[in-house]
């Protein structure tokens, strides 16, 4: 009888062992890196969303580039750990945050920097401390989001939504509390658009926040992003797609 045991211990622990290199391999790999956005994020919502964004937009306008889930680490809302960490077992990309937030930071950096150089009136927030428990602290996203769209600037939260069917795929969720602008439509044209009342209406838009899902933390996108040689140049494509949105909706 303990033989048996120690034979499915051992059996166990060989499957463990092979997975875990074919993981490993299979996000580490030479990957052949794309530029075409569609191919790269995959699949857009495909929610039914009927708004489109008219309204003109200052091309001085103040824009804010937020991180989504920097200030709720540890808490229910710590963002997707991403298909290479919760299904392939793989290590998470900093072991204080989840990859979700990894990457919306390292993305948000980008943004800003690109957009500066394109005369973009453009800055980010970050609020530094990871775990915040009260929503309407004013050191949150969402507090310091709303005080920046109540003055006329536009927010937008960046976000990688989650892998296979508990994600919904690329968009924008545009403010619920006004008419969505030109801008909010040419992000939409690249990335898709999500209805206004997503999940009833969210904790960002519901404060005149915007989000942009980029797309689903997986397969490809996860991979480019994972491996050295391919990650650089994945965030720049995602940041430049941003930043040329930005602008085609100011012109």
Request: glycine letters at 10%; charged letters at 25%; a positive charge.
């Amino acid at each position: 009888m303990e033989r048996k045991q120690e034979l499915k211990g051992l059996k166990f622990i060989i499957f463990f062992i092979i997975f875990y290199a074919f993981s490993q391999l299979y996000y580490t790999r030479n990957i052949n890196f794309t530029d075409d956005l569609e191919l790269l994020i995959g699949e857009a919502s495909n929610l039914p969303a009927t708004w489109v964004g008219t309204k003109d937009v200052d091309k001085n306008i103040p824009i804010l580039i937020l991180a989504g889930h920097a200030d709720s680490q540890g808490l229910s809302g710590a963002g997707t750990p991403g298909e290479a960490v919760d299904k392939f077992g793989l290590n998470p990309m900093h072991p204080e945050i989840s990859d979700e937030l990894f990457w919306n930071l390292k993305l948000q950096e980008s943004i800003v920097k690109l957009g500066k150089k394109k005369g973009l009136n453009i800055s980010s927030y970050d609020p530094g401390i990871r775990n915040i428990d009260d929503a309407n602290d004013p050191r949150t996203n969402w507090s310091v989001g709303r005080k920046f769209a109540k003055r006329g600037g536009y927010a937008i939260e960046l976000h990688f939504d989650a892998y296979g069917k508990y994600g919904v795929g690329s968009g924008l969720i545009p403010s619920f509390a006004e008419t969505p602008n030109k801008i909010d439509e040419s992000i939409a044209r690249t990335f898709g658009r999500f209805p206004v009342l997503f999940r009833g209406g969210l904790g960002a838009p519901i404060r005149q926040i915007r989000i942009l899902e980029i797309g689903k933390l997986e397969g490809l996108l996860e991979k480019n992003l994972r491996n050295l040689k391919t990650r650089q140049r994945t965030i720049n494509l995602l940041a430049n797609e941003i930043v040329q949105a930005f602008l085609n909706g100011i012109i």
